[in-house]
């Protein structure tokens, strides 16, 4: 059963234009949610959260969305810039008394020069 | 650099051999976590340590064990490993989660396991 879910494994955009990416998640006793960046032969590396409680979180080039509603979030990278070409992880949590992060499969990002 | 450092970066093992994965940190963090990575797949938590507590998760096989002997490092032991435990192991650490504010998960670069 795959709570969280990245319907889009791969996604290729021109550089300087607005990466999209989405993830569904299933559980709605979900309260965080966080995005994680990996190059090839690297580990995830943290890039931005949001709480349940919000709806938007912004971290210069990244900014993430977050419908409960449609149990629905999605990154924003803008503008796209060849370095963010990576496999881009949406994973989620519940916060308190439950470390145990929940990911997607994953989003291959490449960024068109 | 503060970080996680996890050795060897590659590990082959023939079948039914027990392996160790090594996992060191120098964030202090008090928390360390094991994931099982298979290709194309989501990471899996396999099991945690909250300081020197234990935390297994419900379907982690008894072929995965854990030691944590300070706070720095976190081994990862496979007793009899099969074909299908061939996968990328990531260790991952994260400060007091208990304190009420969110601490991410930071990563290693991970253990690429082979099974011959």
């Known amino acids: 059963d795959q709570q969280v879910k990245q319907n889009s494994p791969s996604l290729s955009v021109q550089e300087g234009r607005i990466s999209i990416l989405n993830c569904d998640y299933t559980n709605s006793m979900f309260d965080y949610f966080l995005w994680y960046k990996k190059y090839p032969a690297e580990g995830p590396t943290f890039l931005i959260s949001?709480?349940?409680?919000?709806d938007k979180n912004e971290d210069g080039r990244f900014t993430v969305f977050l419908n409960k509603s449609a149990k629905h979030l999605s990154l924003h990278i803008v503008p796209s810039q060849p370095g963010d070409s990576a496999v881009y992880f949406c994973?989620?949590?519940?916060?308190?008394?439950?470390?145990?992060?929940?990911f997607g499969t994953g989003t291959r990002l490449t960024i068109i020069p | 650099d503060a970080m996680v450092i996890q050795n060897p970066r590659y590990q082959v093992t023939q079948f039914g051999k027990p392996v160790t994965l090594s996992c060191s940190q120098t964030l202090n963090h008090n928390v360390m976590y094991w994931y099982q990575q298979k290709s194309s797949q989501a990471p899996k938590l396999l099991f945690h340590y909250y300081d020197k507590d234990f935390n297994n998760e419900a379907d982690t096989p008894d072929n995965f064990q854990s030691r944590r002997p300070n706070t720095s490092f976190c081994f990862l032991d496979i007793r009899s490993p099969g074909l299908g435990d061939a996968a990328m192991y990531l260790c991952?650490?994260?400060?007091?989660?208990?304190?009420?504010?969110?601490?991410?998960?930071?990563f290693g670069d991970g253990t690429r396991l082979s099974i011959l």
């Open positions: 949001i709480s349940s409680i919000k």
């Open positions: 994973a989620a949590t519940l916060f308190f008394g439950n470390e145990k992060l929940t």
């Open positions: 991952a650490t994260s400060r007091d989660f208990r304190t009420g504010v969110f601490q991410p998960q930071h």
